[in-house]
């Protein structure tokens, strides 16, 4: 079984150019989670979906940031205007039904702005 | 205060040793705590879980300490493929939400 599918595996983009992150969570599982990874900041929930709808986005750091679940098997996150600072790995993770703890990650994004 | 606080190592020790971690967590109303493992430019990805009553799993022990807030992992008998970031992880009582804290480097050497 496929695990979680993240595309691209790598992106590089000028600054002010809008990004788009991909996701494909697993079969069955009902939980996705968007995450970033930097090494001051570590890693990082930026927002999380149960059953197509986003819970909680607390951790989405400003408007420029958006993220959307429009069906089981597929998951965007959007930066737009990127800027430099926006430079991480971005992570999908998923997790079954009442196992939320136990989440697969996906392979990651690694974004640089220039 | 970080919600998560873990030694960022590295912790650099030889094949066959014994190592411990710790980490401490500020919120007391924390629910159920884990251990993940992140190889160098990989996902993170679930070690084990980490109970009152503590568990082990093999070379690897976890315990928890509700009344300080802390909780550990032992690795005895280290080999070379534990090398890793060991990701301490706590979910707060609030919704499904998955805190790690920075990570604890481990280098096992031969």
């Known amino acids: 079984d496929a695990g979680v599918i993240q595309s691209p595996r790598h992106e590089v983009t000028e600054m002010g150019q809008e990004v788009t992150l991909r996701c494909k969570p697993i079969?069955?599982?009902?939980?996705l989670f968007w995450y970033r990874q930097t090494m001051m900041r570590g890693l990082e929930l930026l927002i999380y979906?149960?059953?197509?709808?986003?819970?909680?986005d607390s951790g989405m750091p400003e408007d420029r940031f958006s993220a959307k679940m429009p069906n089981a098997s597929f998951s965007t996150l959007k930066i737009q205007p990127s800027e430099p600072r926006d430079s991480a790995v971005y992570f999908c993770?998923?997790?079954?039904?009442?196992?939320?703890?136990?989440?697969?990650f996906g392979p990651g994004t690694r974004l640089t702005v220039t | 205060r970080k919600e998560v606080e873990q030694d960022p190592g590295p912790f650099n020790v030889p094949e066959g040793a014994t190592v411990a971690f710790n980490c401490t967590y500020s919120?007391?109303?924390?629910?159920?705590f884990f251990w993940y493992r992140q190889d160098c430019r990989k996902e993170p990805k679930l070690l084990m879980s980490?109970?009152?009553s503590g568990n082990e799993d093999g070379r690897f022990t976890a315990q928890l300490n509700r009344a300080s807030q802390y909780i550990s992992l032992l690795i005895r008998d280290s080999k070379l493929s534990d090398s890793a970031t060991y990701l301490c992880?706590?979910?707060?009582?609030?919704?499904?939400?998955?805190?790690f804290g920075a990570g604890t480097i481990l280098r096992v050497k031969s």
């Open positions: 980490v109970y009152s």
């Open positions: 079969s069955g599982h009902d939980y």
């Open positions: 993770a998923s997790s079954r039904p009442g196992t939320t703890h136990e989440q697969y």
């Open positions: 919120n007391s109303a924390s629910q159920s």
């Open positions: 979906f149960n059953n197509n709808v986003p819970i909680d």
């Open positions: 992880v706590v979910n707060l009582s609030r919704g499904n939400k998955l805190v």
